[in-house]
């Protein structure tokens, strides 16, 4: 079972940036892909964006062109940099490892976009 642990969370107002990190304890290069979710107050966990083992990235409509995925492989580290934030980016954000037969989440990181 890998340990996945998001940081650079955060209270930022509209317009602003903020950059995710996803610190994996294994190598993320085992994956089929890693992934970003969110999940606001009262709503289901939605989907964000996607990068795959050999560097693929896919988003979300709500964020494309605002949000970033990237990886660092030799440090087993994940990021989403966001940019030009809305107060309905406001969610707790968790990082997803898919492996062949499992997938494991990260605890979240709170990020608040202020109006």
């Known amino acids: 079972q890998v340990q996945l642990v998001e940081s650079g969370g955060g209270l930022v107002q509209a317009g602003g940036t903020l950059r995710l990190s996803c610190a994996a304890s294994?190598?993320?290069?085992?994956?089929?892909?890693m992934a970003w979710y969110r999940q606001a107050p009262g709503k289901q966990r939605e989907w964000v964006t996607t990068i795959t083992r050999g560097g693929s990235t896919a988003y979300a409509d709500s964020v494309k062109g605002r949000f970033s995925v990237s990886r660092d492989i030799a440090r087993n580290t994940v990021y989403l940099q966001m940019s030009s934030l809305k107060p309905e980016d406001t969610a707790v954000y968790y990082c997803k490892a898919q492996g062949p037969s499992r997938a494991d989440w990260g605890q979240g990181t709170q990020v608040t976009v202020s109006s």
């Open positions: 294994g190598s993320i290069s085992t994956f089929n892909f």
